[in-house]
């Protein structure tokens, strides 16, 4: 399985954009690039996925390198509520496209 | 909230013991992922079942098992607990079998601690 890379940590002030970084340098054609969150007591949820172009939803923006082999992922402005874990995570069919979580990065955001 | 129930929130139960965790999808979901979460091994995939059938399987130990029943409810059941089953167990639902786009949908979870 192709593995990604992230910070342990990062740290925003409330109301700033947040930029955090996912390394994927063995990331195969197909696989597509997701990104969950856990916020503190609850379970994962869905941020947002991309392939190649650069996407973006109510919750988030994805920016992927030209070489598929990093991507970022941007919270335009944080609150304090975007305080959770993040996970950059590649899907792949070896396991029916489950979920390989990796350590993610967990962000504090500061008032 | 994701639509997908998970019962009990909580569990304390002894080594050696068996239990029985719940997770009911979202309507119209016909897949079912478990997940554990421990504090050493993180988020780890378990098992898969697809309408009814075991679709793909993760790091699940022989001493725990899932299934999935038709009215799309799935089980997973833990036996011969030891500490370190001790977890948040996870499911999510999805509305395929798998595929790299979908979106998995993941309950509150199931706190097990086992003494």
């Known amino acids: 399985d192709a593995k990604t890379t992230q910070p342990n940590s990062m740290e925003s002030n409330e109301e700033e954009p947040v930029h955090l970084p996912c390394n994927h340098s063995?990331?195969?054609?197909?696989?597509?690039i997701h990104w969950y969150r856990q916020l503190p007591s609850q379970g994962p949820e869905y941020v947002i996925h991309?392939?190649?172009s650069n996407v973006n939803n109510r919750m988030a923006s994805l920016a992927i390198a030209e070489d598929r082999k990093s991507s970022t992922l941007i919270l335009h402005r944080a609150t304090l509520r975007d305080a959770a874990v993040y996970y950059c995570?590649?899907?792949?069919?070896?396991?029916?496209?489950?979920?390989?979580f990796g350590k993610g990065t967990s962000l504090l955001v500061t008032p | 909230d994701s639509g997908v129930t998970q019962t009990p929130k909580h569990l304390i139960t002894a080594t050696g013991q068996r239990v029985t965790l719940r997770c009911s999808p979202r309507?119209?979901?016909?897949?079912v992922y478990w997940y554990q979460q421990s504090l050493d091994q993180g988020l780890q995939f378990l098992i898969q079942?697809?309408?009814?059938?075991?679709?793909a399987k993760g790091n699940i130990l022989e001493r725990f098992s899932a299934q999935q029943f038709p009215d799309l409810h799935s089980e997973l059941n833990l036996s011969s607990l030891e500490l370190g089953d001790s977890a948040l167990y996870f499911c999510?639902?999805?509305?395929?079998?798998?595929?790299?786009?979908?979106?998995?949908?993941f309950g509150p979870g199931t706190r097990l601690t086992v003494l």
């Open positions: 999510a639902s999805t509305g395929t079998s798998g595929t790299s786009t979908d979106t998995q949908y």
């Open positions: 063995t990331i195969s054609g197909t696989d597509y």
């Open positions: 991309g392939l190649t």
């Open positions: 995570i590649l899907r792949d069919s070896n396991s029916g496209y489950a979920l390989n």
């Open positions: 309507s119209g979901d016909l897949s």
């Open positions: 079942y697809y309408n009814g059938e075991e679709r």
